[in-house]
T-cell receptor, first 116, second 110 residues
Framework: AAGVIQSPRHLIKEKRETATLKCYPI?????VYWYQQGPGQDPQFLIS???????DKGSIPDRFSAQQFSDYHSELNMSSLELGDSALYFC???????????????FGPGTRLTVL | GEDVEQSLFLSVREGDSSVINCTYT??????LYWYKQEPGAGLQLLTY?????DMKQDQRLTVLLNKKDKHLSLRIADTQTGDSAIYFC??????????FGKGTMLLVSP
């Protein structure tokens, strides 16, 4: 079965640079979530989109922005990168509806961002 | 907001059963999930349980939910070395966002 695709898988940036992470949800999924997982930490929710509109917002820094496009893929844009932004960034997708597994989030493999 | 707690470490021998426990605070959580993460890898959905259920079985996995005590457990029968990983308990909070526990590292020795 098709899974969530994230690109790139690894990214190395310098401080104060910008980065763009991409996420392609499971086909027919209409909701995308972004999470940040620091070393040895649990994933922390950043932001989510449903049908191209922001649906919820977590601990996303103002330096970060995200959007969901008409084909449901999403991009997380990160500017003025700091050392503390080094983490694994996960995208997850889900399908709204009345099924038993409604809202069940399926995660991509993650993008490992290293800021030097 | 939601707060999810888990024990941090569990060590078992191959063939034994493993039980990983989790507590949560938000009684309105509708779904509770277990995810598995191997080193450097993504989060693999293992199973989930709806809040109106008290048990769910899926092959070697059994999930027990005590809604009164807000306690969730994951039992892995006949644990194998390939089950060694970090297991995250997660609860739905807010619109549909997941709040994770800190993760339980399961170490299975031969």
């Amino acid at each position: 079965a098709a899974g969530v695709i994230q690109s790139p898988r690894h990214l190395i940036k310098e401080k104060r640079e910008t980065a763009t992470l991409k996420c392609y949800p499971i086909p027919r999924h209409d909701t995308v979530y972004w999470y940040q997982q620091g070393p040895g930490q649990d994933p922390q929710f950043l932001i989510s989109f449903y049908e191209k509109m922001q649906s919820d917002k977590g601990s996303i820094p103002d330096r970060f922005s995200a959007q969901q496009f008409s084909d449901y893929h999403s991009e997380l844009n990160m500017s003025s990168l700091e050392l503390g932004d080094s983490a694994l960034y996960f995208c997850a997708s889900s399908l709204e509806g009345d099924r038993e597994d409604t809202d069940t989030q399926y995660f991509g493999p993650g993008t490992r961002l290293t800021v030097l | 907001g939601e707060d999810v707690e888990q024990s941090l470490f569990l060590s078992v021998r191959e063939g034994d059963s493993s039980v990983i426990n989790c507590t949560y605070t938000d009684s309105s959580s509708t779904y509770l999930y277990w995810y598995k993460q191997e080193p450097g890898a993504g989060l693999q959905l293992l199973t989930y349980i709806f809040s109106n259920m008290d048990m769910k079985q899926d092959q070697r996995l059994t999930v027990l939910l005590n809604k009164k005590d807000k306690h969730l457990s994951l039992r892995i029968a006949d644990t194998q070395t390939g089950d060694s990983a970090i297991y995250f308990c997660a609860a739905i909070s807010g619109y549909s966002t997941l709040t994770f526990g800190k993760g339980t590292m399961l170490l299975v020795s031969p």
